[in-house]
């Protein structure tokens, strides 16, 4: 840009500005310097006149770094500013959606209610949440001991596994699983699967695994590194496996995480993402958000930034194809990840925010399903992750540990209140 473009008032401004917010008081005494020459030879205007033309000089010669100064001043107000505003709009949006929640909760399922309590309790630290984890905790005790009681039985586990592999509804996801079971020669382990779910949601509870010492035993003779790491299993159940790789470990029964992410990379290199289908990429996209997730035993703790740096370097430099791709509840995720790992660079954040506070709907304050569905039962996974990105804590709460608080002890199943 020629100097004589600017007006000189305007270079004047100029000059002062990068001086006062830089403190370049090398630049201002320059200028004041030669003024004292002239102070008893010219009248006030004249003087003005050469304090003019000095800063005409001095912005031909510093012309290019106080251009690129100004803007960068000028760009982060405005960023700041937008910024803010859009920070304010999102944590309104996520107390709208804790307000609705926490009011329509007889709504839910129970598992839907279970989900959102816990979560909002690890997010929010408030006790009003503990008692539906302690309902979740006798659902779960319940099974857990028939399992335990009868887990020698061939027959039983057989029949449980029938029962889980019927369970399939009609959208495409479900078939592809449907017949995965079908066809896998893993489906006798479809029961020791969901056995692993159901003793590690009362470990992190504070429940230990060896009040179900039949099960337990069970479950650590069993051929489940095979399953987690088989390609076709991963290949429909990514998110699932990220999260039984992590739970046997915290179980004590096997330590695969390492060979699950190595296995992953393997078969999702970024180079073959545009050959992927909708659902396999959704896949694919679950499978990373809960690897870090399940590493974080589910918004517990931070997870260390270097160790899950290829996941957040894929979600940044894939951005905007996930913004075209990604479902609400997956966009929420990676939002929720990115806090995880302490990711610092505001623009992705930002980005993520406006995307979901576009979905969100004007008249019920929740994001909808791709189709409009506006359950809240139905919902509460995308709109509870949208909290947890939304107005995310500065510390994170973990458990809770039922089996340390006296008051909630006491509210648990009998055999466990007496161990």
């Known amino acids: 840009m020629e100097s004589g473009i600017w007006p000189k008032g305007n270079i004047v401004m100029c000059l002062h500005l990068c001086c006062s917010i830089?403190?370049?008081?090398?630049?201002?005494?320059?200028?004041?310097?030669?003024?004292?020459?002239?102070?008893?030879?010219?009248?006030?205007?004249?003087?003005?006149?050469?304090?003019?033309?000095?800063?005409?000089?001095?912005?031909?010669?510093?012309?290019?770094?106080?251009?690129?100064?100004l803007w960068m001043f000028s760009h982060g107000v405005q960023t700041a500013f937008a910024s803010n505003a859009e920070q304010q709009a999102a944590q309104k949006a996520a107390l709208k959606i804790q307000e609705i929640y926490d009011r329509h909760q007889l709504q839910l399922t129970p598992k839907r209610k279970a989900h959102y309590a816990l979560r909002m309790y690890r997010l929010t630290g408030q006790e009003k949440y503990v008692s539906e984890i302690i309902n979740h905790v006798y659902r779960l005790v319940a099974r857990v001991s028939w399992y335990d009681e009868h887990v020698k039985d061939e027959k039983f586990r057989l029949q449980i596994t029938d029962d889980l592999t019927s369970r399939f509804g009609q959208k495409s996801r479900d078939q592809l699983r449907s017949r995965f079971w079908q066809q896998t020669e893993f489906k006798a382990l479809r029961f020791e699967l969901h056995s692993v779910y159901l003793l590690a949601q009362l470990n992190q509870l504070g429940i230990k695994p060896t009040h179900f010492s039949n099960l337990l035993h069970h479950l650590q003779k069993q051929p489940l590194a095979k399953i987690l790491?088989?390609?076709?299993?991963?290949?429909?159940?990514?998110?699932?496996?990220?999260?039984?790789?992590?739970?046997?470990?915290?179980?004590?029964?096997?330590?695969?995480?390492?060979?699950?992410?190595?296995?992953?990379?393997?078969?999702?290199?970024?180079?073959?993402?545009?050959?992927?289908?909708?659902?396999?990429?959704?896949?694919?996209?679950?499978?990373?958000?809960?690897?870090?997730?399940?590493?974080?035993?589910?918004?517990?703790?931070?997870?260390?930034?270097e160790r899950f740096q290829w996941v957040t370097a894929y979600f940044v430099s894939t951005l905007d194809t996930i913004e075209?791709?990604?479902?609400?509840?997956?966009?929420?995720?990676?939002?929720?990840?990115?806090?995880?790992v302490d990711?610092?660079?505001?623009?992705?954040?930002?980005?993520?925010?406006?995307?979901?506070?576009?979905?969100?709907?004007?008249?019920h304050h929740i994001i909808p399903g791709?189709?409009?569905?506006?359950?809240?039962?139905?919902?509460?996974?995308?709109?509870?992750?949208?909290?947890?990105?939304?107005?995310?804590?500065k510390q994170l709460i973990t458990g809770p540990d039922l089996t340390q608080t006296p008051a909630w002890r006491r509210q648990l199943p009998y055999r466990l209140s007496l161990d």
């Not at 990604?326 to 990676?334: G, P, R, T």
């Not at 791709?370 to 804590?393: I, K, M, Q």
């Open 229 to 305: 790491l088989d390609e076709s299993f991963i290949r429909v159940y990514a998110a699932q496996a990220a999260n039984y790789v992590f739970w046997l470990e915290e179980l004590g029964i096997a330590s695969l995480p390492e060979k699950f992410i190595r296995k992953f990379k393997e078969i999702y290199p970024k180079t073959k993402d545009s050959e992927l289908s909708q659902l396999e990429y959704q896949n694919k996209l679950y499978g990373l958000t809960h690897i870090v997730l399940a590493a974080s035993r589910y918004y517990q703790k931070s997870v260390d930034a």
């Open 343 to 363: 990711y610092s660079d505001q623009m992705v954040i930002h980005r993520l925010k406006r995307r979901l506070l576009a979905k969100i709907d004007k008249t």
């Open 22 to 69: 830089y403190r370049s008081h090398y630049i201002q005494a320059h200028i004041w310097l030669k003024m004292i020459d002239f102070v008893h030879i010219y009248p006030k205007a004249q003087l003005l006149n050469l304090y003019s033309d000095e800063c005409m000089k001095l912005f031909n010669r510093y012309k290019a770094g106080l251009l690129i100064l």
């Open 370 to 393: 791709v189709d409009g569905d506006v359950s809240l039962s139905a919902g509460e996974h995308r709109n509870v992750l949208t909290y947890a990105f939304f107005n995310w804590p």
């Open 324 to 340: 075209k791709r990604a479902k609400a509840d997956v966009l929420a995720e990676i939002g929720v990840c990115l806090k995880l």
